[in-house]
């Protein structure tokens, strides 16, 4: 029952910004770990950025200082701002948190969005 619904993905051009969001849907946040992930064709899946179990946040270095990863624990909804997109920054990208469970038992567990295209045109 647990999901990441995610959304704001799509077709920009280079420069152009974009916001992603990824909603919890069946549960509420477990602890402190979010993060958002991509990967592009024939590529490896690389790390955008996250927050750690203690609270640190970190980006990849090819975004920082273009990306923000935000948490609103009252909407169950984590976001990811990128500006300044560039055509490398084409792929499909990944949320993912760790969840608590509306139901019983309540057990929190690593979970994944189903990923959302951004496709970024020169």
């Known amino acids: 029952q647990v999901q990441l619904v995610q959304s704001g993905g799509g077709s920009v051009q280079t420069g152009e910004s974009l916001r992603l969001s990824c909603a919890v849907s069946?549960?509420?946040?477990?602890?402190?770990?979010a993060g958002w992930y991509r990967q592009a064709p024939g590529d490896q899946r690389e790390l955008v950025a996250n927050?750690?179990?203690?609270?640190?946040?970190r980006y990849a270095d090819s975004m920082k200082g273009r990306v923000t990863i935000s948490r609103d624990r009252t909407k169950n909804t984590v976001y990811l701002e990128m500006n300044s997109l560039k055509p490398e920054d084409t792929a499909v990208y990944y949320c993912?948190?760790?969840?608590?469970?509306?139901?019983?038992?309540?057990?929190?567990?690593?979970?994944w969005g189903r990923g959302i295209q951004v496709t970024v045109s020169s």
């Open positions: 993912t948190a760790n969840v608590r469970s509306d139901t019983y038992p309540y057990a929190i567990r690593t979970t």
């Open positions: 069946g549960g509420t946040f477990g602890d402190n770990t």
């Open positions: 927050i750690l179990d203690v609270g640190v946040v």
